[in-house]
Structure formats: C-alpha cells, structure tokens
C-alpha cells in the first residue's frame, strides 16, 4: 500500500509561482519502480487533464498549456517526493492539483487528495 499526499497550494496573482510537493509513503519495494504524474482538474469540470509527468527513465513530459512554465523533477533533498514548480501562473491555471503514482510491480494507481491552486488578481 502506498499513501500520497499533496502540498503547496494556494492563492496566488497571475505572474506568481508556487512549488507544489507530491510525497509518498509505504512499499518502498513498490516505490522503487514507480511514475509519478500531476493532474489537475478545473472548478466546474469533472475531468482530470495531464499537467506534467516523470517516468522512471526517460526526460519529464508536459502539457503544451504549461509547457516552458511549470517544472516537474523529483526531490534531491527528500526520498519519494516529486515537485511541480510553476511560474508565471494564469487564471487559468487554477485547479486541483492531483498526484498519481504508479507502482509498477502491481500496476497500481495511487492518488493524493489534491491541492487547490487559485490565480486571482
């Protein structure tokens, strides 16, 4: 079993950053294998769209719609913790913030409980 949770969010202007934290715990035998990809889902929507993802091998992927703005990259200073760092926020950008990690020695998806991120000026 492995348990995650999200951290970071807040309010912020448009042009502002926030580093959002995905930490997980338990398996480490799980964890060891694992993908960790943030979704968001917009107020109002029911859908959870791809913001940005970090396979075990391989470069990090982005959404176009952040692409060049937000970073995702795993902690140096903290085992089993992936950031997403996100610039020059928009109104746009405000969401849920959802961390999903994939363990793949039994292919299981586990999520966080999601942080809220609001642009407004």
């Known amino acids: 079993q492995v348990n995650v949770v999200e951290s970071g969010g807040g309010v912020v202007q448009p042009g502002g950053s926030l580093r959002l934290s995905c930490a997980a715990s338990?398996?480490?035998?799980?964890?060891?294998?694992?993908?960790w990809t943030w979704y968001r889902q917009p107020p109002g929507s029911n859908q959870r769209e791809h913001v940005a993802?970090?396979?075990?091998?391989?470069?990090?992927?982005y959404a176009a719609s952040v692409k060049g703005r937000f970073t995702v990259s795993r902690a140096s200073d903290a085992k089993n913790t992936v950031y997403l760092q996100m610039n020059d926020l928009k109104p746009e950008d405000t969401a849920v913030y959802y961390c999903?990690?994939?363990?793949?020695?039994?292919?299981?998806?586990?999520w966080g409980q999601g942080t809220q991120v609001s642009v407004s000026s």
């Open positions: 999903d990690v994939l363990t793949y020695d039994d292919l299981k998806h586990y």
């Open positions: 338990g398996n480490r035998f799980a964890l060891s294998s694992s993908s």
């Open positions: 993802g970090i396979p075990t091998s391989g470069p990090p992927d």
